[in-house]
C-alpha cells in the first residue's frame, strides 16, 4: 500500500514518485530526527514509518558493538558544509530483527520553506560487496598460493625472489646484518623410494618445522624446490651467530621423525653466507650459500659449510671446469684407456676394463675422478657414459681386429644412464652396428649407482640387460655401503672388490679374512669375482691362496689408450707358463710394457 507523502506545504521536495522508486529514501530534519520514508526504506529496514517518526535513526541502524554513545545522538546535528554531502559512504547497517546488510547511501541537503532537511538514499548492495569480498580473497588466496609452497606453506622461490630485493632487505645487505643458510636434505631419495613418497613428504614437512622454529621473527623460511630449504637471517652480524643457527638446526634434525611407527632419519646439509662487504645483492648471497652447501655435500654431507672467498674461488674453477665439459663431448676430448683383467685359474687375459680420459685442452689428461661430480652437478654424466659407450665399443672392435677376438670389455655406466628407459636399446644398437655381441660386454654399476638410481629401478635396468644377454658386475664392493645386501636385491653376474680391500690383504689379517669370505661365498652363489687394484706380487699371491678367480691391476698393466693396449697384448700373450696357475715362472716385473 502507497504511503501519501508529506503535504506539499510541509514537504515540497517530496514529490509522488519517491513512493515508487527502488532505492530508500528517507527524510530527516537537520537534527537527524526522521520525518518520512518511503515504502521501499520501510522495506529495506523492516520497519512502519508511524513506528520510527520522529526519533534519531543512527542510534538503531549499526550493527551491535558499533553503536554511538547516546549522548552523542541526542547531540548530534547535521554540519551544512560538511564533506558528507559531497560523497557515497559504504557501511554495514542492520534491520529491525538483527539482520545485517550491506548499505551504500548518500546524503543530500534540501532547503525548505520550514529550514533544511536531509535526504538520505539508501540501497541494499550486500550481494555487491559480499561479491567483492569473495574475489578479494580470492586474490588473497592465489596470491598466497603464488608465494608459498603447498605442502609446507613455507614461501617460494618467487616469494624469495622478491624478498631478496626488498628495501628492508636492501638496507640489512647495507648494515652487513644478513646471513644466509641453504639447506638440503641427505638422501632424501632413498626415502622416497624405500618409504614411499607419503614418508618423503612427512620428512620435507618436518624440516619445515625445524625452520618455522628456528626463524626470526623478520626472518623468512623457503622451499625453493625439491627438497632444498633457504633460511634468510636478519640481524645477522657475525659468522658465530648465523653457524650456531646452522649447528642449532642441523642437531634438531638428528632428532628421528616418528611416522607410520617407523622412525625416520632426516640428515642435514648446510651452506651458510654473511654479508660481507655491505654491495652484495640478495641473489649474490643465495649463490654464495649454495656453493657452500654443494662443498658441505662434497666433504661427506651432514655438516655445515660457511663461505669463504677461497670456496669461492674454488667454486668458480669448478664451473669452468662443467664449461669446458660440455664442449668435451663435441670437441672429441673424451678417450678411454683399457686396464687387462687376469683370469687367475686359467692364466689368461680374459678381457679389459675400459676406462674414461678427458684429454683436456689447458690441463691434460684427467681421470674420471678429476670430473665425475662436475658432470653429475650439471647434467651431462649421461651424455659421457654414451659417448663412453661408442669408445669402448669401437675399442673392443680394434682389438678383435688386431687378433684378440676372445677378449671382452668392460664398461662403467652411471645412475643418470642406467636409469633411461632407452639405455638397453642404444646398446643393443651400438653393439649390432659394430658386429658385436652382448656377452662380449660387461656393464658394471657401482654400489653408490644403486643408491642413487633407486634400488628397484636399477634392479629392473639390470633385469634388461640381462635378458638381452649382458653381463651385468657390481663395482667398488666394499666401499663402505649395503654390498651384501644389493647382491641379494640385484642379481648380478659379479662383483669387483674395491681396492681399499686389496690394498691391505698383505699387511692386515682381518682385511684378508674378508676377503677370503667375501670370495667364499660368492663361489657359492655362482658370483665371479675380480679384485682391482693389484699392485704387488704378494697380493697376487694372497689372492691366489684365497682362490679369487681373477685379478686387475697395476701388477699387470696399467691403463692406456687402446693401441698401446693391442702393443702390450701382442708383447705379453701368450702369458709366460703357469702365470696366475701357481708361483710364476717370470717374475711379474717381467711382463713387457707397451711400447
Known sequence: MLRPPPSAADLPYCPQFLNRIRDAVIIQDIEGRLEWMNPAAEAMFRVTLDAVRGIKVMGHVLPDGARVDPAKIAAFRYDIDSGIFRRDHLARHKRVGGETFWNLHSFTLLTTPTGHKVAVTCRDVTETVETEQDLRRGQARLQHAAHHDTLTGLANRKRLSQYMGSDILR?????????????????????????????????????????????????????????????????????DALLTRAELLLGAAHDPLNWNDQAIRVGLSIGACLAQDGAE????????????????????RGRVMLYTPALGHVQIAQNRLARELRLATAERQLTVHLQPQLDLARGRITGCETLLRWNHPRLGLLPPGAF??????????ADLDYQSMHLSLDALTRVHAAGFDDLTIALNVSAEALTDVNYPGLLDWALQSRGLTPSQICVEITETTILQGGGRTIATAVERLKRMGTRVALDDFGTGYAGLAH???????????????????????????????????????????????????EQLRLLRVARCPAIQGFVLAHPQPCDDMIAWLSANLPLPAGFGTAQPAAPVARLRPAT
Open 372 to 381: 665425475f661430480e662436475t658432470a653429475r652437478r650439471t647434467g651431462v654424466l
Open 171 to 239: 638496507r640489512a645487505l647495507a648494515d652487513r646484518r644478513v646471513g644466509v643458510l641453504h639447506l638440503d636434505l641427505d638422501k632424501f631419495k632413498e626415502i622416497n623410494d624405500t618409504l614411499g613418497h607419503a614418508a618423503g613428504d612427512a620428512a620435507l614437512l618436518h624440516v619445515a618445522d625445524l625452520l618455522r622454529r628456528f626463524c626470526g621473527p623478520q626472518d623468512l623460511a623457503c622451499r625453493i624446490g625439491g627438497d632444498e630449504f633457504v633460511l634468510v637471517c636478519l640481524g645477522m652480524t657475525t659468522e
Open 281 to 300: 645483492s640478495g641473489e649474490t648471497l643465495i649463490h654464495h650459500a649454495d656453493q657452500a652447501l654443494y662443498e658441505a655435500k662434497t666433504r661427506g
Open 487 to 537: 647382491i641379494s636385491e640385484i642379481e648380478v653376474d659379479e662383483i669387483k672388490l674395491d681396492r681399499s680391500l686389496t690394498a691391505n690383504i698383505a699387511t692386515d689379517p682381518r682385511n684378508r679374512a674378508i676377503v677370503r669370505s667375501i670370495i667364499e661365498l660368492c663361489r657359492k652363489l655362482g658370483t665371479h669375482v675380480t679384485a682391482e687394484g693389484v699392485e704387488t706380487a
